[in-house]
């Protein structure tokens, strides 16, 4: 049931807060009130989360909890928990412990039983790809990729075949290389969308084939700059291929339902469109008459 009530933080409970990717004003009034009623935040960087505070008046106690110091500080934040105080837990844009620090912290609150609260908000990956113009009913979320050459292109190569769209994270001095990683890793003439600076100033989302970004980077020293998030289209299916990529749900359904209702429910399942789906079923019902 939904509900506008404001409610103050509860004691001896984490709260996971989403907070702004670049624009302050994307905060949440529930991340508001959580972030004010907080006895201590577990921040990833406490200068950048103190901009944050003081656009709001927020003077809720700071910590830091960041990659190199996450252990220590879990078993200190579970402390703090058991003490009865109540803790967020907000990374420097966007959703904490998604390629951010976070995880370890949550994991050791919930091992302990302390209950781990999610307060949603803003995601890049989600962002970039809701503006993307790629319409995948199923994408995967990969963050990161090892910076090192090797160990990206094995990374990448493992991802070559899967029908998902893939969705990367990047830094502004690693862009360059990355995109000649995909061109050497993927089909040129899958979809690149390349969106930078989500919510901020500069921000610019570009689509084009992947074969044409290491060009489109380095006409303008600009949009190698800011952070990144990268979407690689799913591979083609060939013709025949694509034909015959949902028999197996159709046939499932067709065994047990008429063929309208089969048809509908496979729209849900698998995100293809309903007139494809509709001539595949009625071939395949075709073909089991005697």
Not at 24 to 32: E, G, I, T, Y
Not at 39 to 53: P, Y
Not at 268 to 274: C, D, H, K, S
Request: glycine fraction near 6%; aromatic fraction near 4%.
């Amino acid at each position: 049931m939904a509900t506008d009530e404001a409610r103050p933080a509860s004691a001896g409970t984490l709260y996971v807060v989403a907070t702004p990717l670049g624009n302050l004003r994307d905060v949440s009034l529930r991340a508001l009130d959580i972030l004010g009623t907080v006895d201590v935040i577990a921040a990833e960087d406490t200068r950048v989360t103190a901009k944050l505070l003081a656009r709001h008046g927020i003077t809720s106690r700071l910590v830091s909890l960041h990659e190199h110091n996450e252990s220590r500080r879990a078993d200190e934040l579970v402390g703090l928990l058991a003490s009865g105080k109540s803790v967020a837990l907000v990374s420097d844009a966007g959703t904490p412990a998604v390629s951010d620090p976070g995880a370890t912290a949550v994991r050791t609150a919930m091992d302990a039983g302390f209950p781990v609260v999610p307060v949603p908000g803003p995601s890049a990956a989600v962002a970039a790809l809701s503006a993307s113009g790629i319409a995948a009913p199923r994408w995967l979320f990969c963050g990161f990729v090892p910076a090192s050459g090797s160990a990206r292109r094995s990374e990448l190569e493992g991802l070559n075949e899967l029908p998902y769209a893939l969705i990367f994270y990047e830094a502004p001095h690693r862009i360059t290389a990355m995109v000649e990683a995909l061109v050497a890793s993927f089909d040129a003439d899958r979809e690149l969308v390349i969106a930078r600076e989500l919510t901020k100033r500069f921000e610019s989302i570009h689509r084009c084939r992947l074969g044409d970004a290491p060009a489109w980077l380095g006409a303008d020293a600009d949009r190698v700059r800011g952070e990144f998030v990268l979407i690689v289209g799913p591979p083609a299916l060939a013709p025949e291929a694509a034909e015959t990529a949902h028999d197996h749900v159709l046939g499932v359904l067709l065994s047990e339902l008429p063929l309208a209702q089969a048809v509908r429910l496979a729209v849900v399942l698998t995100g293809a469109p309903r007139n494809v789906l509709y001539a595949r079923a009625l071939a395949l019902s075709q073909r089991k008459e005697p």
